[in-house]
């Protein structure tokens, strides 16, 4: 983990650079440390990363069409580029317990695999998992090859393979693969990466908490739109609570409805963040009309995400000891055993893709 002064250099992702400062001791993943060091040199290979050339381009024309934070707002669902946001919008999106919508995770990338398949599906499975799969090496390729992306790749292309052979995972036997995968490969994930713990966790949530809960309360009729995001989304919030309480000492309170009223409209911002992007290629004079319905609902969503961050007592701080974290885990568990038991769902029924 190194820093360096922010005038020094327009640093990319696959710089390499030559540093010097004082090594320090590590944290969480990192090997060590290293802060206020001098930036030497900086080397960048040609043609360098062409998946970050492509997407910082496409996020330059995504900017002529739609203004900021808006357009910001629109690249972090589409290209999971968070750097860009505004201060006080990402503090914002924090105390709305909104922050996983605009950085690259599971949930656009599942956005994305759902559609290929919806999309292409009654042409053939053949087309809709080569689709999916496309679209899953481009997003990855694009976000960078972050712990919490390298285990939502696995699971979507799992999962998507399985739908293509007409099987299904259970998802308990999905993440415990996909976790032995990614700590074979840095054993330092499962105990010193946080994001990579909350992703899994939230991932659980959805897979597993959701799905019971939404048997509990429905039987085998499939709840509607909202009451589906509003399952997943308070099932992946208890998954995650009990490690962000130990981690940060806060919760947010406004983040089941935070997430109720913008959670549905993602799929249609990035879609007309992406029209709007492509229509700055094809007709760059008449970008800003293109790009006015992005503008108009990726607007109104940072209006609604300020105003959930101001509501007095959308955020809660609290002192959480890692026992507590084991007793809730305990309690979730007891909770779900017990709801499996009353409705003998199977959670092979659980899919991402579907």
Known sequence: WVTVAAD?????RSDIMTIDGLLQPAFGSFSASMTGATLIKVEREQPGDVALMVRDDFADHVRKA????AASLGIGYLLGQKSALP????EALTVAGLTHIVVASGYNLTILVRLARRAFARVSKYLATLSGGVLIVGFIAMTGASPSMVRAGLVASLSMLAWYYGRK???VTLLALVAAATVLVNPSYAWGNLGWELSFAAFAGVMIVAPLLQAYFYGNEKPRLVPQILGETVSAQLATAPIILV???????IAILSNL??????PFAMLLTFVAGLGSYVLPIAAPIIGWPAEFILGTMVGIVEWCASVPWAQSKV????????VLYGL??????????RTRYRLYEASIVE
């Open 169 to 171: 995972f259970h998802p």
């Open 332 to 341: 979730i568990v007891a909770a779900c055993l017990y709801m499996k038991w």
């Open 261 to 266: 009223i913008i959670l549905p409209f993602i």
């Open 87 to 90: 201060p006080e919008l990402v």
């Open 66 to 69: 739609v203004d900021e934070p």
């Open 319 to 326: 002192v959480f000891p890692w026992w507590g974290a084991v």
């Open 247 to 253: 981690a940060f000492g806060q919760f947010s309170n």
């Open 8 to 12: 020094q250099a327009a640093l990319r």
